[in-house]
């Protein structure tokens, strides 16, 4: 990825703020006053160049680059399982690979999902994630957003996220729509 483009939207960072360096992975500090574009922002990260790098930018840090925080989720009154595990998956359609403008559903990364209903009637979801390439340092980062954004629907108590390689991912789970984005159809 070449950077920025002329989409990107300048910034000037208000406020320190963490940020995960793309596609290392490693959390580093950017300082106020630090200047960059942002060149995507999907799901309510941000995902940022300065000085030649990419880093994310969590949507709970929006402020720091002047933008609204992301509206927190609603759940109908009395919502049961099969409406809580469409919330789940709408979710789901929130995180991004920081590199790739396309979701992580969409992208055939999800390769399971379930809820299970905990005593005090809260929910627990468990979620089998895999990678686009095992070795991508992203892969913590991504488990990490996916778990924190299914904590934040009310009724979800725990967010269980495990990372497999098996069957290994290929072209061929993408979405219709996430191919033919990605010019692979």
């Known amino acids: 990825m070449s950077g920025f483009s002329a989409s990107s ?8 703020c963490h940020a995960v360096h793309v596609p290392y ?21 941000f995902t940022v160049y300065v000085e030649g ?34 919330i789940v998956w709408e979710q789901l359609r929130t995180c991004f690979d920081p590199e790739i403008p396309i979701n992580i559903v ?7 999902l379930s809820l299970e209903r905990l005593d005090d009637g809260q929910r627990k979801v468990y979620v089998k994630l895999t990678l686009t390439a095992p070795g ?11 778990r924190s954004k299914l904590e934040m629907i009310p009724t979800v108590a725990e967010a269980q996220i495990d990372l497999v390689f098996d069957p290994p991912w290929n072209q061929s789970m993408m979405s219709d729509e996430a191919r033919l984005q990605t010019g692979m159809m």
Do not use: H, W
Not at 27 to 42: F, H, K, R
Not at 106 to 112: A, Q, S
């Open 9 to 16: 939207e300048p910034f000037t960072l208000q406020r320190d």
């Open 25 to 45: 992975g490693d959390v580093v500090n950017l300082p106020a006053g630090q200047a960059g574009y942002i060149t995507q922002s999907l799901g309510g990260s």
């Open 53 to 86: 790098s990419l880093f994310r930018i969590d949507g709970k840090d929006a402020d720091a680059l002047g933008k609204p925080p992301p509206e927190p989720i609603r759940v109908p009154e009395g919502a049961g399982d099969e409406d809580i595990e469409m």
């Open 106 to 112: 969409d992208l055939g990364l999800i390769y399971d």
């Open 136 to 146: 991508c340092g992203m892969g913590d980062i991504l488990v990490e957003d996916a």
